[in-house]
């Protein structure tokens, strides 16, 4: 069965720091992954998304993340994080043979000190 | 972008009540709707896919006659908690395949069985 995983659960850094979260999924066929973002109280959002070509991928508020296939992986990143970054951050994949099923990692929190 | 509207945001009811829960896709036609459910600092869970004019598929674990959910319609879904009890206190979530293969959430709904 496909699954995701997050591996930081808690991570805290101080603004202008760098941000590497890790994703790592496990799927036996094509996959289509995503980054959200949930603000407190707020709905999930898009940050970014792969489908296919350059396995680098810009999102929204100057998030990254990198497709790399050999490892499964799609780690998100951003070089300077800001105080407005605090947010439960959920890794997600699809596949082409699920009927579309979105599966979500456990979720990272991430606190960003001023 | 694509607008999915969910209500009601929270609701209070009594336990062995029921509640539905209203999942609408505003300007673009969802064949396919999910439903999660979000326990507090935990991933979202999926519980089951609203397919338009068929029957949910529900995921392992998911009782079917607990959670009816009906997409009579291409842009409505509705998750009626039956008989809730206590422990079917949580945070709802439907999303809706957008156009562009990406995926809208609804603000969720809220959920406490008292």
């Known amino acids: 069965a496909q699954s995701v995983s997050q591996h930081n659960h808690h991570v805290i850094l101080s603004e202008a720091a760098s941000l590497e979260l890790g994703c790592n999924y496990s799927?036996?066929?094509?996959?289509?992954l995503f980054w959200y973002v949930q603000y407190p109280g707020q709905h999930l959002q898009l940050l970014l998304k792969?489908?296919?070509?350059?396995?680098l991928v810009k999102g929204i508020k100057g998030f990254e993340a990198e497709f790399i296939k050999s490892k499964f992986s799609f780690n998100l990143r951003k070089p300077s994080v800001q105080w407005s970054d605090t947010a439960e951050y959920f890794c997600?994949?699809?596949?082409?043979?699920?009927?579309?099923?979105?599966?979500f990692g456990q979720g990272t929190t991430l606190q960003v000190k001023p | 972008g694509a607008v999915v509207s969910q209500h009601p945001s929270w609701v209070i009811c009594k336990s062995g009540t029921s509640v539905k829960i209203e999942c609408r896709s505003l300007?673009?036609?969802?064949?396919?709707m999910f439903w999660y459910r979000q326990f507090p600092k935990q991933s979202l869970m999926l519980m089951a896919t609203?397919?338009?004019?068929?029957?949910?598929?529900?995921e392992q674990g998911v009782e079917k006659d607990k959670f009816l959910i009906n997409h009579a319609s291409l842009t409505l879904s509705t998750l009626t908690v039956t008989s809730a009890h206590p422990e079917d206190s949580s945070f709802y979530i439907c999303?809706?395949?957008?156009?562009?293969?990406?995926?809208?959430f609804g603000s969720g709904t809220r959920l406490t069985v008292v």
């Open positions: 300007d673009f036609q969802a064949t396919t």
């Open positions: 609203s397919n338009e004019g068929s029957k949910a598929t529900y």
């Open positions: 792969y489908f296919s070509g350059d396995p």
């Open positions: 997600a994949v699809t596949g082409s043979s699920n009927t579309g099923k979105l599966i």
């Open positions: 799927y036996g066929g094509t996959v289509n």
């Open positions: 999303s809706a395949r957008d156009i562009g293969d990406g995926y809208t």
